[in-house]
Nanobody, 127 residues
């Protein structure tokens, strides 16, 4: 069992930055590919970014490519999402997720590939 706790959300003006963090419990963090998803009111939860177990491979949704950066620190059981040039359309609850995998280089874009989810952190971007 893995517990994930997100932090770093808040209210920010368009064009500014926020950094989200997700801390995982347990000693098996490095066996999970990690991802960030978001869900805006009335919309489905969507993929934002993902990173492989070893941190060497990353993937992004087109809507955030070039603005958001995912990273992880396996020694600290953390995954972060640096969000720059925020836009009002980025307003959503952001969730971190962990997917167990035998591959050190794979990352995943589909919700069904993830086994554990955090409770989310709200990000609101004002215009």
């Amino acid at each position: 069992q893995v517990q994930l706790v997100e932090s770093g959300g808040g209210l920010v003006q368009a064009g500014r930055s926020l950094r989200l963090a997700c801390v995982a419990s347990g000693r098996t963090f490095s066996t999970y590919a990690m991802g960030w998803f978001r869900q805006a009111p009335g919309k489905e939860r969507e993929f934002i970014a993902a990173i492989s177990r070893d941190g060497g491979r990353t993937g992004y949704a087109d809507s955030v490519k070039g603005r958001f950066t995912i990273s992880r620190d396996n020694a600290r059981n953390t995954v972060a999402l640096q969000m720059n040039s925020l836009e009002p359309d980025d307003t959503a609850v952001y969730y971190c997720a962990a997917g167990r995998t035998l591959s050190s280089t794979a990352y995943y874009r589909e919700r069904n590939d993830y086994d554990y989810w955090g409770q989310g952190t709200q990000v609101t971007v004002s215009s």
